[in-house]
């Protein structure tokens, strides 16, 4: 008994601390899963030993104490926080707490929102007019943030109304959100990097920084927004739904976050709509850090009352995090095909939004510097969408004085080089051409998808290859043999079958293709196809001079400069004759006729397709004419959806981009 009391007290006063670093200093030490793993801890222990639960207790309190500054605002009604859930069982589980405490046996309908990660606000609007805006503070009393959220563009000073039946209550205890849309934050990071000034951990410490400043100047020119999300006094205002309160609001001008509100009927229906939030969750322009799921109705909200903290009547449904901390094992240097050195930072593994995470990119020397990462620090990793996790920010207050500064070596850890970094660039580079890890990148980037496209042929087996001196270039590829193959560990006789398979059948690449999977700088997919078409054969290609090369649209001169000096390398050419005797012949490809719908074109892909290979729809759309875009743009015409779209989709139809599904798009292609 006497350990859990100790380690109660030390969990609260671990909270209280880290309650402070975040609402008051804007700075947190740790990511939100661990803040909430420790809140959860306490809130278990309490609950098992309910004799060891004290007032003053983290688990009872909402928020931070107001701040010294601003002047405080009580709240008429208190605001409280959310209990929180994690898995869809414990969403059933509350249902069945909420219908006990109404003793009521039939379901209770509920609405499911997105919980944005940002600060809770209160605006007062009296009679119509915004008088006093506030921060949640402790729950009962704010600081007054007034001036500061008159500001935020989306919020309307005045409420206007043009129905009858809804006219504006005399007065208006609106709650929302104020958040920072991830790219405007981005952005805000990258102007404090360059000025040197302390970067934002996240989109909400940025909100909660730039909203509370004392001089709503500053504010001003932060890209703050707001969503609202309920009414503190709702359940004295005469509406029957919560759906009713957020439509309601919107017509008087106020801004909700409608498209994603959903009513549900049945439980079920709440899980279902939690788990599409979670899933689209990467698709949003800003943080939601999960669902809010509350009961429609604010008569029953009234009946369930609130606990000392959060309402009955609500909970939030949390989403797997996609920020934690951990700690830099050590910094590593990766030597990429063009010889560019890349520090990669070693982590303890993590498990971020689903997917344990043990490395992450730290770019260059600048970036380590600008952050101050050291080998041992504390930090904060994030993954944002699909993208290679990356260090937010070092967490300079666990430092032990054991870390140790990185520099970048002097020499290539691959071959032993001595390093060249040219004025002005940030990219060190290993000079060596024969370095053993640009090869090993540039076979990989040969095999890749598109290029040659070989399938089987990762990282690993690579360095197996040219560890055993199988593989020295790419050109010794179509040497292989199944007995060499065998002989390796792990090989079995089908996968040496496949892989020898893979590599006869990527013999016949097109020529745009088979430019692209040499790997020559600046030259990429786009380019490749541009030469191809323009050349037609590689060894025209091959022979061209610089100025021919900068004559093709599209091609500029440090283009034209490094195709040219490609070819002007003997053992590049080399290469290319070796390729050629082993058999591979680039089939060439003209662009179609140009009346074909697909010309001059841009299309972007998104999800599988299921009747064409990816590369295989590229190369179509280029040899039509047409150009394949990685991005949704307003330069985009199509966008081409397969199965398990991303989030080009969202933005596509956001844009009013022409949708096409796989058959749509192939019968394009065949006209
Ligand atoms: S409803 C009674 N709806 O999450 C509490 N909250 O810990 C009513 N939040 O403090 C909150 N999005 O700042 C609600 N759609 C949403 C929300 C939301 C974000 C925040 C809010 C609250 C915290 C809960």
Redesign the pocket.
Known sequence: MENIRKEIDVLKEKIEYHNQRYYDLNDPEISDADYDRLFQRLLDLEKQHPELETHDSPTRKVGGRPKGGFLPVAHRSP????ENCFDPQQIFDFDKRVRKFLKNDAPVGYTV????????VELIYEKGALTVAST?GDGRTGENVTRNIKTILNVPLKLVTRKKSLPIPDLLEV?G?VYMDVAAFEKLNQTRMAKNEALFANPRNAAAGSLRQLDSRITAKRPLDM?C??VGNAQRLPFKTHWDVMMAMQHWGLRV?RPHIQVCDTPDDVVTNCRHLEETRAQFPYEIDGA?I?VNRPDLQSQLGMKSR??RW?I?YKFAPSQETTTVLGIHVQVGRTGALTPVAHLEPVELGGVIVSRATLHNQEEIDRKDIREGDRVIVQRAGDVIPEVVKTVVSKRTGNETKFVMPDACPACGSGIEKKPGEVVARCPNVNCPAQIRGSIRHFVSKGGMDIDGLGDKLVFKLMNKGLVKDEADLYSLTRTALLRLDNIKEKSAANLLGAIEASKTPTLARFIYALGIRHVGEFTAALLADHFGDIKALADARQEALSAIDGVGPQIAESVFSYFADAQNRNLIERLLAAGVKPKVIRSGPTDSPVTGKTFVLTGSLSTIKRSAAKETITQKGGKVGSSVSRNTDYLVVGETPGSKLQKAQEMGISILDEKQFLELLGA
């Open positions: 605001m409280l926080s959310l929102e997105p919980k944005i990660d940002g600060l809770a949640r709650r959100e969503f999300y309920g976050n809010v509350k959060s309402p609500a939030a």
